[in-house]
Every structure is written in structure tokens, then in C-alpha cells.
């Protein structure tokens, strides 16, 4: 079955920067593009960062546009998203997500980054 596990999340102080990364099984990983997603306390989910499956594409929400940087690694079937400069407002539930399998949507548990000082 499709596992979507992700990793990486914590506390920071503001300016700091950590690296989440998501590793994939169940499907075939190079043939689908990755995004990530966040959703805060009281906020909807929004699209933070996508890539097309061989990398040729990304896409940034305006909001971490130059500082977070979304990439994938399909020898080893993970994609990452590498987080600079983070500010209080990041805080959020990061998740990974794909549409595999015929077209269904994936989703990882979540991991949780806050940042506070």
C-alpha cells in the first residue's frame, strides 16, 4: 500500500532553518509528482511547495517564495523540502502528499515545526 512518512520537524528559533523530508513506497515514486502542504491551528491546508516528477518544476507559495526550497531524490524515493529563514508564522503541520495508483490522493501523518524563540 501507499506510505507517505515524513521527518525532520521540530523546534527552531526564528531564522533558523530545518530540512523535512518525506520518504515514499507503494508506488512507483519517479513517476509522480511531490508537493507539500501545512496547516496551522485554525487555518485550512495550503499548497506550500510541488515538484514534477523528474524535477524539471517547481512551485512555491508566495509566502516562502526564496526561502524554502523544495527538491527529490528518486534513487532513494524521498522528497525534501529545505526551510531557511523560518519565521513565527511557519509554524504549522508540515505534510507530504502525491496522486498515485489511478489518480487518489496520498497523504504522511505530519510532522509538527514551531518556531519560537
Known amino acids: 500500500q501507499v506510505q507517505l512518512v515524513e521527518s525532520g520537524g521540530g523546534l527552531v528559533q526564528p531564522g533558523g532553518s530545518l530540512r523535512l523530508s518525506c520518504a515514499g513506497s507503494?508506488?512507483?515514486?519517479?513517476?509522480?509528482?511531490m508537493m507539500w502542504y501545512r496547516q496551522a491551528p485554525g487555518k485550512e491546508r495550503e499548497l506550500v511547495a510541488s515538484?514534477?516528477?523528474?524535477?524539471?518544476?517547481?512551485n512555491y507559495a508566495d509566502s516562502v517564495k526564496g526561502r524554502f526550497t523544495i527538491s527529490r531524490d528518486n534513487a532513494k524515493n524521498t522528497v525534501y523540502l529545505q526551510m531557511n529563514s523560518l519565521k513565527p508564522e511557519d509554524t504549522a503541520v508540515y505534510y507530504c502528499?502525491?496522486?498515485?495508483?489511478?489518480?487518489?490522493?496520498?497523504w504522511g501523518q505530519g510532522t509538527q515545526v514551531t518556531v519560537s524563540s
Open positions: 507503494g508506488f512507483t515514486f519517479s513517476n509522480v509528482g
Open positions: 502528499s502525491t496522486r498515485a495508483n489511478g489518480g487518489k490522493d496520498y
Open positions: 515538484i514534477s516528477s523528474l524535477s524539471r518544476s517547481t
